[in-house]
């Protein structure tokens, strides 16, 4: 099971690229992809996901590339878009066996399989309630229970916890987890700790750039060293801003704690343990400022 | 911020958006052919015995601000009734209703805006019938206050008129659907009849027709019995000439023209009234579904999680099967279609169904048949473009063979609605041997669909397929007029044939555009 992104390039119109050269090789396990709003993610997603078409470049399935066969891909393909609707006036149940006819689904199997999705997403007690009623959230778990329909071989969630409460986020996590042992999952946020507790590897796209490949260990090995605790007075905290990268601030009695990262500590700053938000950061930062080689980056684990 | 900057402003930015969408330049190039069918003769005006006025600025503007009135006041409603649900579907109305903003003023600036693309259109035409005066050359002298009088005191009132009706039917939870495009023909067509009764109605044709009587009636005192007027399109033309000098805007002729620029600032303050200020809660719809269905207690509650269950319980499912039945896609794709009928619908179709049986044969085929396939407009209006409007799109295209299969099934499954809905004529007819009369029952079972179909998938909306259905539908079946009598309503009626073939170029079509909407067939 392999699946080959090569040189993908996406140009909507005469406009900006949304992606260049993406080069990207996964094997099972859950990619988490990660990047700052409008850097490509969602139009990476929509290419793997036979929605639109590279500009250039090729995306080969199991050696075949997509676009002589995407049906080949559709078949075991599982997609929980970023913005997708329901048929209001359809219960969950038949909103979903409808969507298992219009993939071509074994009638008993996915009958069977919907009632098991509905109460792995928790919406079997409102499975007769007609979905223009749900909330965002429930919605969202309605798309998570299609995505998973056809016991996919590729599953592909773009922000997939966009509208969930907590608890229900935690689950799916766990889900992703759980369901990661023989499929390709790809993972898309800009919520760090939703890729920090499912992820096996990570990619880090910037400006429709892949900007780093890696495993969670090799990123946050990158950043070790780099992260400091600086405790200032908060009038000086706009001042701190402007020399060094803080990640996040406290304020305390003692003053404003400051997560500083970089390679030199500012005076009377102390070491800290290192995690995936500041390796995010770091990496992103240094790529703006040309300090880091994609290419040599994305080499590093893939 | 003063009233007047707020409503400038709300105006502006709702005729913007509007004027940057390519739906625009499709209504400029309506407006366009319009002046065309004008300066080409193919509409026209004949008064008395085969009279038209002479081409001067009198005439010329007059025919135009009365194709502007009459034509557009129709087509330019449905145009613009989307500005209160384009505000819903963008969420800017949510926006909006956290504001200041009084709904007087929305609806206004909604009137307003809606006014805005309208005479946009009424002044494409104003130019057009300058060029066209020019062009033609059969009056000398030129007035530019008698060519465009008519287009400020007929045609821009009427579309004001328009444009407030719009807004009104959008804030009628009952008139906001297919339901309201469907009763604003039948208020149109009444709005038009005023003028025969002799009463002034919107549009100014009572106006026209008596300015013109009286002027003829100088020049041919003979043509005074059975006097004719009427707005024609094709058929032969007018053989006589007589110079018309154009209406005497008096203050009694511009008083009327007020009155219904103040109904249309009424109808405008009446839609405040039931504007809902995108108020979830006042949903009419959203309520409905909501109380029909739900057990009330757990109506607001989120299903209370249960921690026993993981992705390690799921059965395997087999690989998706490439010989799956087309009926199982059918029957979904029916069943999505009928799918929030009320029972009354139900009953009212079958009903319909059953008389298409047993009524006299004659009674059948002309009248319950005309409207057994009136009744599941709604049915097959939101062909083809359901996917958009849901945004289910991404779900279904990245489905194997969505267009292969999916796209055949929706067809399938609005043609068997037809022959459902007026199978009875159709067996009838076989009975009967009239072959004809039975090929043409099945062009109309297979027609009505695929225009639903082909006009969802390119439009991406059922606008176009209630506006035009319902017209056509009135203008041809419901009158047995052959040559548009796509049901075969009488034994006159048309052949098949032009529907037939129109059906395949319009599957074609369909195919096509969805074809492009997909990256990969």
Redesign the interface.
């Known amino acids: 099971m392999q699946l080959a992104i090569e040189n993908v390039s996406k140009r909507y119109g005469r406009g900006n690229w949304a992606l260049r050269n993406f080069t990207l090789q996964l094997g099972p396990g859950v990619l988490g992809l990660l990047g700052p709003n409008g850097a490509g993610k969602t139009t990476l997603m929509?290419?793997l996901?036979?929605?639109?078409?590279a500009t250039d470049g090729h995306v080969r399935w199991n050696g075949t590339d997509?676009?002589s066969n995407?049906?080949g891909l559709?078949?075991?393909?599982g997609?929980l878009?970023q913005?997708?609707?329901?048929?209001?006036?359809?219960?969950a149940v038949?909103f979903l066996?409808?969507?298992a006819?219009?993939?071509?689904?074994?009638?008993p199997?996915?009958k069977?399989?919907i009632d098991?999705?509905l109460?792995?997403v928790?919406?079997?007690?409102?499975r007769?309630?007609?979905l223009?009623?749900y909330?965002g959230?429930?919605k969202q778990r309605v798309g998570i229970a299609?995505a998973?329909?056809?016991?996919p071989q590729l599953l592909i969630v773009d922000e997939p916890t966009a509208g969930l409460?907590p608890?229900?986020r935690v689950?799916f996590r766990?889900?992703l987890s759980?369901?990661s042992g023989e499929r390709i999952i790809i993972l898309s946020t800009h919520i760090v700790s939703d890729v920090e507790a499912t992820a096996t590897d990570i990619a880090l796209i910037s400006q429709g750039t892949l900007v780093a490949h890696a495993s969670p260990e090799e990123l946050l090995r990158r950043v070790e060293g780099k992260v400091w605790e600086w405790v200032i007075p908060s009038a000086d905290l706009n001042a701190a801003r402007q020399r060094y990268l803080i990640s996040n601030t406290a304020r305390r009695s003692d003053g404003v704690h400051a997560r500083v990262l970089g390679e030199k500590p500012p005076d009377g700053a102390q070491p800290l343990t290192a995690n995936l938000e500041d390796a995010y950061l770091f990496c992103l930062t240094k790529y703006r400022a040309g300090t880091v080689s994609p290419s040599i980056e994305a080499g590093v684990v893939a | 911020m003063n009233s007047a900057r707020v409503l400038y402003h709300m105006v502006r930015a709702d005729f913007l958006e509007r004027l940057r969408r390519y739906s625009f330049l499709l209504t400029l190039a309506g407006a366009l052919w319009v002046a065309y069918a004008v300066a080409t003769e193919e509409v026209w005006i004949v008064v008395g015995n085969g009279y038209r006025g002479v081409y001067n600025s009198a005439w010329i503007g007059a025919l135009m601000a009365i194709c502007c009135s009459t034509f557009l006041s129709l087509a330019g409603f449905y145009i613009v009734k989307n500005s209160v649900q384009r505000d819903t579907d963008t969420r800017v109305g949510q926006i909006l209703a956290a504001t200041p903003m009084r709904k007087d003023f929305y609806t206004i600036a909604k009137t307003l805006s809606n006014f805005a693309v309208l005479a946009c259109m009424v002044g494409i035409l104003m130019v057009a019938a300058v060029a066209m005066q020019l062009m033609r050359a059969e009056a000398h002298s030129f007035s530019l206050w008698k060519l465009w009088a008519p287009f400020i005191f007929f045609a821009l009132p009427t579309m004001l008129l328009a444009a407030s009706a719009a807004v009104l039917f959008e804030t009628l939870p009952l008139l906001r659907g297919g339901v309201g495009n469907i009763v604003y023909f039948f208020v149109w067509t009444a709005a038009l009849a005023l003028g025969v009764t002799g009463l002034d109605d919107p549009t100014g044709l009572q106006l026209l027709y008596r300015s013109s009587r009286q002027t003829l009636h100088a020049i041919d005192p003979t043509d005074n019995n059975n006097f004719h007027f009427s707005l024609t399109i094709g058929g032969e033309h007018a053989v006589r000439t007589f110079p018309w000098n154009g209406i005497d805007w008096t203050t009694n002729v511009l008083l009327i023209r007020l009155g219904w620029i103040a109904v249309a600032v009424a109808i405008a303050y009446t839609a405040t009234i039931f504007f809902h200020r995108f108020d979830p809660a006042r949903s009419w719809f959203k309520r409905r579904a909501l109380s029909a269905v739900t057990p009330p207690a757990s109506a607001v509650q989120e299903s209370a999680p249960s921690h026993n269950l993981s992705a390690a319980h799921l059965s395997p499912m087999p690989q998706p099967r490439s010989g799956i039945p087309f009926f199982r896609i059918v029957a979904a794709e029916l069943r999505l279609m009928l799918k929030g009928k009320r029972w009354w619908w139900y009953l009212v179709a079958a009903g319909l169904a059953i008389a298409c049986i047993f009524a006299p044969f004659d009674a059948a085929r002309g009248g319950v048949l005309v409207a057994a396939w009136l009744w599941p407009i709604f049915v097959w209006s939101p062909m083809g473009s359901r996917e958009t409007r849901h945004a289910t799109e991404s779900l279904i295209f990245s489905s194997p063979r969505a267009l292969s299969r999916q796209l055949p099934a929706i067809w399938s499954a609005g043609v068997l609605v037809a022959l459902f809905a007026a199978g009875g004529v159709g067996v009838r007819l076989l009975i009967n041997g009239d072959h004809h009369g039975l090929a043409a029952w099945f062009g109309g079972a297979v027609f009505i669909p695929t225009l639903a179909l082909a006009l969802g998938v390119l439009t991406g909306g059922s606008k176009a397929f209630e506006a035009l259905y319902i017209i056509w539908w009135y203008m041809g079946p419901a009158h047995h007029i052959p040559g548009i009598d796509f049901m075969g309503t009488t034994p006159a009626s048309s052949s098949p044939v032009p529907y037939l073939i129109a059906t395949v170029l319009l599957l074609a079509a369909a195919y096509w555009r969805r074809r492009t909407r997909m990256a990969y067939a």
């Not at chain 1, 913005?83 to 219960?91: M, Q, T």
């Not at chain 1, 928790?122 to 409102?126: E, F, G, I, P, R």
């Open positions: 929509s290419i996901a036979t929605i639109t078409r997509i676009a995407p049906d559709r078949a075991t393909l997609y878009p913005d997708f609707g329901v048929y209001p006036n359809l219960n038949e066996e409808y969507l006819a219009v993939k071509g689904l074994d009638a199997a996915s069977r399989r098991e999705l109460n792995l928790n919406l079997a007690d409102v007769k309630r007609p223009g009623g909330s959230g429930m299609q998973l329909l056809n016991d409460d608890e229900e689950r766990n889900l759980e369901l």
